[in-house]
């Protein structure tokens, strides 16, 4: 299943040792917003091993069988998508090449769209990302640990982040525009 939807492993793309931090805390960021959100799904598995032709890890999130969404749903699902970038920004003051495919999945969903209707979007996606910053800052200890924990076992499944996380925050935010 993973490799249909994710792509097949490709231990041979050897990344260095700051790739692999930078990535494990990528991947952290994405996984402590899914946990935390209300209006999204957990995610399942987290993963630094590269995967298809250019995934360098991965945050699963438990499928969703909703052919309908929210508008809850899809502000959450953005802040899930900016969490990998942010958490890179919070760590490092910067983001890497590997944050574009977050953004290319956002505008995704805002696609085919007028020019005023994208500046709007894009107005959105900022203050949303301010929020996932702040968020993120707040609970920088939090995707460290994951970062951490990814780094020693390179794939963590849900049960694990749920040891990892403090059950508190399981789906204690509800991220309003």
């Known amino acids: 299943v993973d ?5 097949r492993e490709k ?15 990528h991947e952290a960021g994405h996984a402590l917003m899914g946990y935390m959100l209300r209006h999204t799904e957990p995610p399942i598995k987290v993963s630094i091993i590269p995967r298809g032709e250019s995934a360098l890890g ?11 969404h929210t508008e809850d749903a899809v502000i959450s699902l953005i802040c899930v ?12 003051n910067n983001v890497s090449t590997g944050a574009s495919d977050d953004i290319e999945k956002i505008s995704i969903i805002g696609e085919k769209i007028s020019d005023d209707i994208f500046i709007k979007c894009k107005e959105m996606a900022d203050i949303l ?18 970062a951490r924990d990814l780094l020693k076992n390179e794939t963590i499944v849900y049960s694990r982040i749920k040891e990892i996380l403090p059950k508190n925050l399981e789906n204690s935010l509800v991220c309003k525009f």
């Open 11 to 25: 231990r041979e793309r050897t990344m260095n040792k700051k790739e692999r931090e930078r990535v494990a805390h």
């Open 129 to 146: 990302e301010t929020y996932v910053i702040s968020q993120l800052k707040k609970h920088k200890k939090l995707v460290k640990l994951l």
């Open 81 to 92: 998508l900016l969490g990998g970038r942010c958490a890179e920004r919070i760590i490092y």
């Open 3 to 7: 490799e249909v939807m994710i792509g």
């Open 58 to 68: 991965f945050s699963q999130p438990k499928p969703s069988q909703n052919k309908l």
